[in-house]
């Protein structure tokens, strides 16, 4: 099975300043690659997600912008952010011909 | 765009109680659906999956669901509830075909002991 690495686990940062969020993947190639912002009592908002390198789909307009390096390698980025940004990230991966999803164990931003 | 919805938004029940999670989707076509469960301090996981076949599929932990096509429904069940059930369980569909799933937004169940 496949295993989700994340980091940082949390992280609090001031409105304007830079974000990088770095995904890696482990017991799988090629696979698909999501990245999700989870709100209490809201469910997993789909951000990005992304079919190969380089590859990435935007699902939801934001201050958030997404890339994808390596095979198995995915980075959630803004270059200042705001208020909003403050939530729960996840990242979460499917192997190719699968639809069952794997997830990290998220990162917890905190915008001050 | 299909919408999942899951009605019941906080469940509390004492251990041994029967459980039964609803989620309803909209979407006309062929559908995958899953159930994920995301126990405290852990990460997300699959709780169960539905593809084609027997529409009574089970999944770990003594937990099955139904689905009923003509209802457009995926209910959660379990006869009997633990404490170690404590969680948040979220139902999922992808349109068969597609890798983007939608979520419904949550149900969080408590279990007293």
């Known amino acids: 099975s496949q295993t989700i690495h994340q980091w940082p686990a949390t992280l609090v940062q001031p409105v304007g300043s830079p974000l990088s969020l770095e995904c890696t993947v482990e017991?799988?190639?090629?696979?698909?690659l999501y990245w999700y912002r989870q709100a209490a009592g809201r469910g997993l908002q789909l951000l990005f997600y992304?079919?190969?390198?380089?590859?990435i789909s935007s699902e939801v307009p934001q201050n958030l912008s997404a890339s994808r390096p390596q095979d198995r390698q995915f980075i959630l980025s803004s270059k200042k952010l705001l208020l909003s940004d403050s939530g729960f990230y996840l990242c979460?991966?499917?192997?190719?011909?699968?639809?069952?999803?794997?997830f990290g164990p998220g990162t917890r931003l905190t915008v001050t | 765009a299909q919408s999942v919805s899951q009605h019941n938004h906080h469940v509390i029940l004492s251990e041994a109680a029967s459980l039964e999670l609803g989620c309803n989707y909209s979407y006309g076509g062929t559908v995958n659906l899953f159930w994920y469960v995301q126990y405290p301090g852990q990460h997300l996981q699959l709780l169960l999956k539905?593809?084609?076949?027997?529409?009574l599929v089970k999944g770990i932990k003594g937990f099955e669901a139904e689905f009923i096509k003509s209802k457009f429904s995926f209910n959660l069940r379990k006869p009997s509830v633990q404490w170690s059930d404590t969680a948040e369980y979220f139902c999922?569909?992808?349109?068969?075909?597609?890798?983007?799933?939608?979520f419904g937004r949550g149900t969080s169940l408590i279990v007293h002991p």
């Open positions: 539905y593809f084609s076949g027997d529409p």
């Open positions: 017991g799988t190639s090629n696979p698909n």
């Open positions: 979460a991966s499917t192997s190719t011909g699968t639809y069952e999803q794997y």
């Open positions: 992304s079919v190969g390198i380089g590859q």
């Open positions: 999922a569909v992808n349109p068969r075909g597609s890798y983007i799933p939608t």
